[in-house]
């Protein structure tokens, strides 16, 4: 038990020593650093980004923006946080942003007027029922995305936090920009939004 | 019908309790009350099996991403980028030097027709 305890521990310093010395190469200009570093965050920042805009395509823009923001502005990174938290924030705040977030919402607005005109569209594996188990898991994503879209963007965000990285009430205060007290207070509000999703189906049946 | 819930039953401790933010010794009061009362106990497998089918959604969503054609894209963004920095700086640096000389340049000649027009004799 000591041993695995002692072994995790020595990977999460040689994680930090390794990022330092990506952010030290990575301030030098380094092209490779830059690779590496793309290809270690990649998933993750799509990930964060996905869920909070619950759509590949602007996940996928997010994503870049953010590694071509991480590439800019490196020289300001000054280590107060550790470069997983920085890329994170960057994340979380690209998806908020205020031209991001209209754009989404118009183009919501667009695909739910289009539906009527049975337009195409482009999906997921999931949202493609050809038998019975595509037609569960589908359901499933929309009533997923159903629950998730109820929820205001900044409340989405800490959520995925917590739920996708598993950051702790602190992480997630310090990741976003907030208090302690927020944090907790907005995922309190999640969870109860969530609950009445998700539960009120349930009691009526 | 429903199932009531006791007034008793306060959500923020059992959150706490999911987020795994609590210490030991207050979850074990958390851990018989969820024994206890069936509604609590629905509530919390609800948001964990939610949690669970959320983290496959975005599991599968990743899945579905060409991320060596990203990176790919990226990186020739971020190389495009460098490049135009390099230019705009270079231009930049020379403006530093650039507009000064021309600023001091245009006091030197302003001082000299000054002169020169006050040493005129007026008629």
Redesign the interface.
């Known amino acids: 038990m000591n041993v695995s305890i002692g072994s995790a521990s020595k990977t999460i310093q040689n994680r930090i020593v390794y990022d330092q010395e990506l952010v030290v190469k990575l301030q030098r200009g380094d092209q490779w650093a830059f690779q590496l570093l793309v290809r270690r965050f990649r998933r993750r920042i799509f990930s964060i980004a996905y869920g909070i805009t619950l759509d590949a395509r602007e996940s996928r823009d997010v994503m870049q923006d953010v590694f071509l923001q991480a590439y800019r502005r490196i020289g300001e990174f000054n280590g107060d946080s550790s470069l997983p938290t920085w890329l994170q924030r960057l994340t979380v705040n690209r998806c908020l942003n205020w031209k991001r977030r209209w754009t989404r919402r118009l183009k919501r607005g667009q695909v739910s007027l289009d539906r009527g005109s049975a337009a195409p569209r482009k999906t997921l594996d999931c949202d493609r029922p050809s038998s019975d188990n595509r037609l569960a898991k589908a359901q499933t994503c929309q009533q997923i995305d159903r629950a998730l879209r109820k929820l205001p963007e900044p409340i989405r965000a800490v959520f995925v936090l917590k739920e996708l990285e598993r950051l702790s009430y602190e992480e997630i205060a310090q990741t976003i920009g907030i208090k302690v007290k927020t944090a907790r207070s907005r995922l309190f509000q999640a969870r109860k939004r969530l609950k009445a999703t998700l539960l009120s189906p349930l009691k009526e049946n | 019908m429903?199932h009531a819930r006791p007034i008793c039953c306060d959500?923020?401790p059992l959150?706490?309790f999911l987020?795994g933010?609590l210490d030991a010794e207050d979850r074990h009061p958390i851990k018989d009350h969820l024994m206890n009362c069936p509604e609590c106990r629905?509530?919390a497998v609800?948001?964990l099996s939610?949690?669970k089918?959320?983290?496959e959604?975005?599991?599968?969503?990743?899945d579905?991403?060409d991320?060596v054609a990203?990176?790919k894209?990226?990186?020739i963004?971020?190389?495009r980028?460098?490049r135009f920095r390099t230019s705009s700086s270079a231009v930049s640096t020379s403006l530093k030097y650039v507009i000064p000389a021309l600023l001091t340049v245009g006091l030197v000649l302003f001082f000299i027709i000054s002169s020169c027009s006050w040493m005129v004799p007026t008629i």
């Open positions: 429903p959500d923020r959150d706490r987020d933010e629905r509530q609800a948001m939610f949690a089918r959320f983290r959604r975005v599991r599968q969503a990743a579905s991403v991320f990203c990176e894209e990226v990186l963004k971020a190389l980028q460098r």
